[in-house]
């Protein structure tokens, strides 16, 4: 009848719209727990950071806790404020003023243990822990974050060799041969050691007058920033607290910079690099540009041009390489970077992240800075708490490099800067860019008590 083919019309109408309406309540319920970062069972997703250097550290503390389960995984227990670590190595400051503990940030989890490998199909991570490395456990993520920086590069050079990812809770940092890098805490805190070891041995009576320019000659590879602050760190220490603590050998030592290309900090203007490289010669530190080094044995290490050199303590620091662990995992790498696409999503895997020096936007090679991952790390921090994707812009705040007391230079947008000004520019960026208040507290003092004081001797 009419009236029943009514009823079954209404009935299919409300059947239509009933259908409707809970597909559009089931969306906007997805919708919300998505933006408060919870599952639709009401937990909170899980994001897991691999690393605590710059970009993960500053990407721990703008997560948002409440929507979030944070999980940290890294095998150095604390963030190394880098540009500050020359400094470190001759005791013009102290290591607690470069390192700030995971741990202060509040609401995180954190694990001391290096990521091993990745399960990207289960969202799983295998980590061994860096007390026993047959340890291992796994950790799920929803979101993971990849920000494991890089290793120092040593070419293949015979008799460099880097154990920075043989992670253990107690690294030596010391290579063999007495060569160091300079790149984590254990590194600057082993050259500060060898430094004074040096001085002491050559004090010796025992010493002859070979031997003591051998201990006393200080080998610097690589003519980049971090080399040119630790070479002008070490040209203070020398000329302050050498020649007031061991006179006799205050006009013993040299320190030689050997610089693979024509210029020192090439990656800086023309005038600048000019504006370092005279300074350098007029504090009798000899550059050898054009020259590097193709085998370091014991004593010496064998240049380029076939000639021995022998030294007392050599720091490398020529640049960075990949991990081992990076290249292990089934990913789009270029130049050993992981490709990541403009909101730095890794390519072809679903919620996984790179960001500072491990990770290369593709057609936007950024270098890697401190500056770019701490931006990067922030950047997606923002980004994830609003549950949007959005490409990243990298806002270039110009490089500086430090030459010792009262002097640097500073490449800026606005212009360069060499001598006191960059001196200023350089100590406020770097104190108001430091992380915590106690190290805000911590640097001025030790940067007052070494200029007033001296810096520290002792060996340890
Ligand atoms: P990193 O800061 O290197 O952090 C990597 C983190 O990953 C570490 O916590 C590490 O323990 C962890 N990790 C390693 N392996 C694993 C694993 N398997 N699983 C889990 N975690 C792992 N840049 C500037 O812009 N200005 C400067 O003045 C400046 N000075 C520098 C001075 C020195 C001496 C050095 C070494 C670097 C300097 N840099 C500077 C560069 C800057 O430090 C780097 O670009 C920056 O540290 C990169 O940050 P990141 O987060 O990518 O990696």
């Known amino acids: 009848s009419a009236e029943e083919d009514l009823q079954v019309t209404v ?3 409300n059947n239509f719209f009933a259908e ?24 909170k997703s899980r994001i897991v950071i691999l690393g605590c250097g710059w970009g993960g ?6 997560l948002d806790k409440k929507k979030f389960d944070v999980t940290v995984i890294s095998p150095r227990n604390h ?3 880098t540009p500050l670590l020359p400094s470190t190595a001759v005791g013009t400051i102290e290591f607690r003023c470069v390192q700030e503990p995971i741990r202060t940030v509040k609401g995180i989890d954190y694990y001391q243990a290096a990521s091993k490998t990745i399960d990207f199909g289960k969202k799983e991570i295998l980590c061994h822990s860096v007390y026993d490395n047959s340890s291992e456990f796994s950790v799920r993520y929803d979101k993971l974050v990849i920000a494991v920086g890089t290793k120092s590069n040593t070419f293949g050079v015979p008799g460099v060799e880097t154990d920075e990812e043989n992670i253990t809770h107690n690294p030596s940092g010391t290579n063999k041969h007495n060569l160091f890098f300079l790149k984590q805490i254990e590194h600057a805190r082993s050259i500060r050691n060898r430094i004074i070891e040096c001085f002491e041995r050559a004090s010796s009576p025992f010493c002859d007058e070979e031997e003591k320019k051998r201990l006393l000659t200080f080998l610097i590879v690589g003519g980049g920033p971090t080399s ?11 000329k302050n607290d050498v020649a007031k603590w061991y006179p006799d050998l205050a006009s013993k030592h040299q ?14 203007s023309d005038t600048l690099s000019k504006y370092v490289e005279k300074k350098f010669v007029s504090r009798n530190i000899l550059t050898l540009t054009g020259e590097s ?3 370091v044995k014991e004593h010496s290490v064998i240049l380029k041009s076939g000639n021995a050199l022998p030294y007392g303590v050599c720091v490398w620091s020529t640049g960075n390489k990949e991990l081992d662990f990076v290249k292990s995992l089934d990913l789009k790498l270029d130049r050993g970077r992981i490709v990541v696409d403009s909101c730095l999503r890794v390519d072809g895997k679903d919620s996984v992240y790179a960001i500072g020096d491990c990770a290369r936007i593709q057609n936007l090679p950024l270098a890697m800075l401190a500056q770019v991952a701490n931006q990067q790390g922030k950047f997606l921090g923002k980004c994830l708490n609003k549950d949007e994707n959005l490409p990243f812009r990298y806002i270039n705040m110009g490089s500086m490099a430090q030459l010792g007391t009262y002097d640097a230079v500073a490449d800026l947008n606005y212009g360069k800067l060499s001598g006191l000004s960059a001196f200023i520019a350089w100590r406020t960026a770097y104190w108001t860019y430091s992380v915590s208040i106690s190290n805000k507290l911590l640097i001025p003092m030790y940067w007052f008590k070494s200029y007033w004081f001296g810096r520290d001797i002792s060996r340890f």
Do not use: C, P
């Open 228 to 238: 040119i602050e630790f070479a002008s760190e070490l040209y203070d220490f020398l």
């Open 79 to 81: 963030f190394v404020f």
């Open 57 to 62: 550290f500053r990407l721990a503390r703008v």
């Open 20 to 43: 409707k309406i809970d597909k559009i309540r089931v969306m906007f319920i997805q919708r919300w727990f998505s933006s408060t970062g919870r599952h639709s069972n009401g937990m």
């Open 11 to 13: 009935n299919s109408f």
């Open 293 to 295: 080094v193709q085998e």
């Open 255 to 268: 320190t030689i910079v050997v610089e693979a290309g024509d210029h020192l900090l090439g990656s800086f």
